[in-house]
Nanobody
Framework: QVQLVESGGGLVQPGGSLKLACAAS????????MGWYRQAPGKERELVAS???????NYADSAKGRFTISKDNAENTISLQMNSLQPGDTAVYYC????????????WGQGTQVTVSS
């Protein structure tokens, strides 16, 4: 079973920055795509950013220009650098990994809380 462990969440003031990290229990190059999702209270979980095995990144409109997703294959981690944070970014952030072969296996981390407040 694959384990994804997030870290880096916390409380930050509006305009501040945070960097989230997700450590995987196996080689991340094996995953077709990995990403970050978030879920705010009373809202559905939504994609924030994703990165493919080959390093192609994709961002939600709300994240473009402020967030950067990256991967370190040697360390089996992905990261999400979040700048210019706003109260609307407050949510639990989840790491996600998808492995597609003849079937699709999806894995989730336990989540890390990000709170943007003055």
């Amino acid at each position: 079973q694959v384990q994804l462990v997030e870290s880096g969440g916390g409380l930050v003031q509006p305009g501040g920055s945070l960097k989230l990290a997700c450590a995987a229990s196996r080689d991340i190059i094996s995953f077709t795509v990995m990403g970050w999702y978030r879920q705010a209270p009373g809202k559905e979980r939504e994609l924030v950013a994703s990165i493919t095995r080959y390093g192609t990144a994709n961002y939600a409109d709300s994240a473009k220009g402020r967030f950067t997703i990256s991967k370190d294959n040697a360390e089996n981690t992905i990261s999400l650098q979040m700048n210019s944070l706003q109260p609307g970014d407050t949510a639990v952030y989840y790491c996600n990994a998808v492995h597609i072969t003849w079937k699709t296996d999806t894995y989730w981390g336990q989540g890390t809380q990000v709170t943007v407040s003055s």
